[in-house]
């Protein structure tokens, strides 16, 4: 059974130890059209719906161990996700992985996305033994960047986002 990871401020559950509020919690984060302007993912919500089929899909994958919700410690509010998944989601080679997280509203600008980023990373080397991840952000992207930069990632080329080829993203990759 997979294990919650912990910083000061956040505790990042695996998806087995969720519960049907911290799933609702997720809709609510991610319901808004800014969040997805900044992911490219040519949508300006999410549902209940969404979140299920997505992690039935990840399930289907044998993958869904790989994402954590993002979760305030003091108030247990949900703010997003962090994890794992295969580069060839977004076009990248498939035996590698990236990091990826999407955040809400409420978050931004607080610290924690590095803060989850930077625990998804450790638990990477440490538990995983991965020893290279990639990780990609929309060119405009600029908070995204910040963060993977600040985590000790290296730009390492440009390619059109696989979801959307009129919006271009910088890759990055990071080794321990």
Do not use: K
Not at 60 to 80: H, I, K, P
Not at 115 to 128: D, G, K, N, T
């Amino acid at each position: 059974m997979p294990v919650p990871l912990t910083t000061a401020r956040l505790t990042l559950l695996p998806w087995a130890l969720t519960t049907e509020a911290h799933r609702d919690g997720l809709v609510t984060a991610w319901d808004d059209p800014e969040v997805w302007h900044w992911v490219g993912a040519g949508r300006d919500g999410f549902t209940r719906a969404d979140l299920d089929s997505a992690i039935e899909r990840a399930t289907a994958q044998g993958r869904l161990d790989d994402e954590f919700l993002v979760v305030r410690t003091c108030d247990g509010t949900v703010l997003g996700v962090c994890g794992l998944y295969p580069s060839s989601n977004d076009g990248g080679d498939p035996a590698e992985w990236d990091l990826g997280y999407r955040y809400g509203r409420l978050s931004w600008g607080q610290g924690h996305g590095f803060e989850a980023a930077a625990e998804v990373l450790r638990w990477a080397r440490e538990e995983r033994g991965l020893r290279r991840v990639g990780s990609n952000a929309q060119l405009p992207n600029e908070a995204s960047h910040r963060i993977l930069r600040r985590l000790g990632f290296t730009p390492i080329g440009t390619r059109p986002d696989s979801r959307d080829p009129a919006r271009t993203t910088l890759w990055y990759a990071w080794t321990a």
